[in-house]
């Protein structure tokens, strides 16, 4: 079975500070693809950053970075310089290659505090 | 370039009602994927479909759920005699292509049904 999982429920950091979210998988597939995704108050899901299994760098989008450690099968968000925007829920996510079906964590909600 | 549309964005319907949500791909997408959001859960797929095909619908309830994706107009999905548990939050994605590109699924603002 392919299962994502996110042991924090809930997280919460001081603007301007830097917050580390927690994702594992399990997966017997050696090609997938992993996000991170963003859900505030309005619902709407939105794509953080993606990585590509096969690559070992790292993924990088402004503020947002991952450490992602194929072999431990983890796959963290950092969130740098915090902002108030950036109170929602995030949910770590997996897909093998070639296939439909995109697998979820249940979720951190993180709040950022002014 | 409009994105991903489901309406009604609020769906209320009472218990042994059929509730019907609809989403419209991101233009020139023709894969369409749901999944339902439970509260305090994370999205779970339901069913993958190309145009007029069921691809996977390996996440799908066996009974009172349906789906699909006419030639025209935009993909449905039905829910008959619609039980309390069926309150969830229902998403639609899109892809331009499936398979390798399946990942690449633009995301809906989702249908909120509650069932009263």
């Known amino acids: 079975a392919q299962t994502v999982t996110q042991s924090q429920p809930e997280m919460s950091v001081q603007e301007a500070e830097t917050v580390t979210l927690s994702c594992t998988y399990d997966t017997s597939e050696n090609n997938y693809y992993l996000f991170w995704y963003k859900q505030p108050p309005s619902r709407q899901m939105i794509l953080v950053i993606r990585?590509?299994?096969?690559?070992?760098q790292n993924a990088t989008e402004n503020r947002f970075s991952v450490n992602f450690q194929k072999a431990a099968k983890s796959f963290s968000l950092k969130i740098s310089d915090s902002q108030l925007g950036d109170t929602a829920m995030y949910f770590c996510a997996f897909i093998p290659y070639n296939n439909n079906d995109m697998r979820f964590g249940a979720g951190t909600r993180l709040t950022v505090k002014p | 370039n409009a994105g991903v549309m489901q309406n009604p964005r609020h769906l209320v319907r009472r218990r042994g009602q059929e509730a019907r949500l609809r989403c419209s791909p991101m233009k020139g997408h023709s894969h369409v994927y749901w999944y339902r959001q439970l509260p305090e859960e994370g999205l779970k797929f339901m069913v993958y479909?190309?145009?007029?095909?069921?691809?996977?619908e390996s996440g799908m309830p066996k009974e009172r759920f349906s789906a699909e994706f006419p030639k025209e107009g935009p993909s449905i999905l039905r829910i008959q005699q619609v039980v309390r548990g069926d309150s969830a939050a229902y998403f639609c994605?899109?892809?331009?292509?499936?398979?390798?590109?399946?990942?690449?699924?633009?995301f809906g603002p989702g249908t909120r049904l509650t069932v009263t």
């Open positions: 994605a899109s892809s331009l292509n499936g398979g390798r590109s399946s990942y690449e699924q633009y």
């Open positions: 479909l190309q145009k007029e095909n069921i691809i996977d």
């Open positions: 990585q590509e299994a096969y690559k070992q």
